[in-house]
């Protein structure tokens, strides 16, 4: 499964860093021990479906952009967890190549938190209210994403509009 991962500018990530992640080489984890952990554990090696959730969501992670992190085009294999739209988790990923960004990647995080709300206001429209949510202490309202396809359609719809796919280019190696 295609994938979007971000790291550190060394191609760092996990608590404390602890992989070091070589382009197209497998990082494997150990077999889950129980079925389907929860996501935010050791157990999973973390992405995610869209690049622009990366963007969103990456401040309510670790915050890699911020320090001159890279987005990544992964492929995620062995065993898959999508529980909702904030991240998958997978036993078995690789990086397959960087991807640029396009523009400051603040302003997108702005925009795409917008469309968000968007389709918030949406849901609650046409009475598929979102489930309660908090907002968190950078005021996001990405909470409530759940693994609904009304959902997911909806957002991907609004972020294709502000940002689409295409604008993802493969950067040039240094």
Not at 33 to 54: G, N
Not at 150 to 172: C, D, G, N, T, W
């Amino acid at each position: 499964m295609l994938c979007y991962k971000l790291t550190t500018s060394n191609n760092c990530t996990g608590p404390s860093f602890r992989y070091q992640w070589t382009p197209g080489e497998w990082t494997v984890l150990p077999p889950l021990q129980v079925p389907y952990p929860s996501l935010c554990t050791s157990s999973w090696l973390h992405a995610y479906e869209d690049p622009r959730l990366a963007i969103v969501m990456d401040r309510h992670h670790i915050d890699f952009l911020c320090e001159q992190g890279t987005l990544w085009l992964a492929e995620a294999g062995g065993e898959i967890s999508i529980p909702d739209l904030s991240k998958l988790g997978a036993t078995k990923m690789r990086l397959i190549r960087k991807l640029t960004i396009p523009g400051p990647y603040v302003n997108w995080r702005g925009i795409l938190e917008r469309a968000i709300v968007r389709v918030q206001r949406y849901l609650i429209k046409q009475d598929l209210s979102p489930p309660p949510y908090k907002i968190d202490v950078h005021g996001s309202p990405v909470h409530w994403l759940e693994d609904q396809h009304v959902i997911r359609y909806q957002l991907y719809s609004e972020f294709e509009k502000v940002l689409p796919l295409k604008a993802f280019a493969r950067k040039e190696e240094d």
